[in-house]
């Protein structure tokens, strides 16, 4: 029977249980591909330890325990960190990377270095990998090629130069909206150590005031954000506010998470 193995190790069975993945594993671009969709419509995308100020262990066993074995989501760090130890774990060349949201921000408005992306090199070109941008973010890998768009269901995708660096933009019929900007500056996993303890514990970060649980799929992306629950079908987006009971009843039957009794839900 699978445990969880030493750092830098995923227990790789664990893990496409988790994601049920059945598919080839060999590093090649369809593995890429249909894992990245696996990842990013199985784990959610959530928040509650930060809320409760238990803080976040982004050591691979950590990951591996609350991700998977416990069945729980996260944020970009943990996310990304567990998807790139896993391609690394098979093989794939993967290089670390970080980025500034634009997402939600005033157009000009410069913030920190605080998500995670992951540049994968294969023999037919480089592809920008991210299982963590939440509702909002890639269910597939988008190719590193300026001139070319990825169509994802209902959702389009591309990346764009802006003087020294490259942004990733999302469609909304004709119109492209910024994601996040970025480098290709290689990072180790210790420099997420310190984004993540900001992330995490400062009073102006948004994850500290704000409850949400996100989880993308083909048909439709569901967001919640503290009350509000919005479902989005790509054309659409239909929202409304819940009660404190409607929230926790939601987490548990979309999301699979259970809130902590004793957590006073904010807003």
Known sequence: MSTILP????????????????????????????????????????????????????????????LI??????????????????????GFDVTLLSARVRFGVPAGTIRARTHMVLLVTLEQGRWIADVGFGGEGLLRP??????????QFLWRYRIVPDGPLWV????????????YAFTLEPHERVDYEVLNHYTATHPRSI??????AQLPSPE???????REFTID????????????HEIRDLLRKEFGLELPANVTLPG
């Open 220 to 226: 439709r992306r569901l967001i919640l954000r503290n």
């Open 142 to 151: 988008v190719a590193f090629d300026p001139a070319g768009e990825s169509l």
């Open 168 to 179: 990733l933009q999302s469609a909304r019929g004709d119109a492209w909206t910024d994601m």
């Open 7 to 66: 750092p830098s190790r995923i227990a790789l069975d664990l893990y496409l249980r988790r994601i049920e993945y059945d598919g080839d594993v060999r590093p090649s671009l369809t593995t890429l591909d249909a894992l990245h969709l696996a990842h990013a419509t199985h784990i959610p995308f959530e928040n509650i330890d930060v809320l409760v100020g238990r803080g976040i262990d982004l050591s691979p066993e950590a990951l591996q325990r609350k």
């Open 233 to 244: 079908r790509g054309g659409a987006a239909e929202t409304r506010t819940l009660g404190d």
């Open 69 to 90: 074995v416990n069945r729980r989501g996260g944020y970009c760090f943990e996310q990304n960190l567990l998807f790139a130890t896993v391609l690394q774990d098979l």
């Open 207 to 212: 994850f500290r005031s704000t409850l949400t």
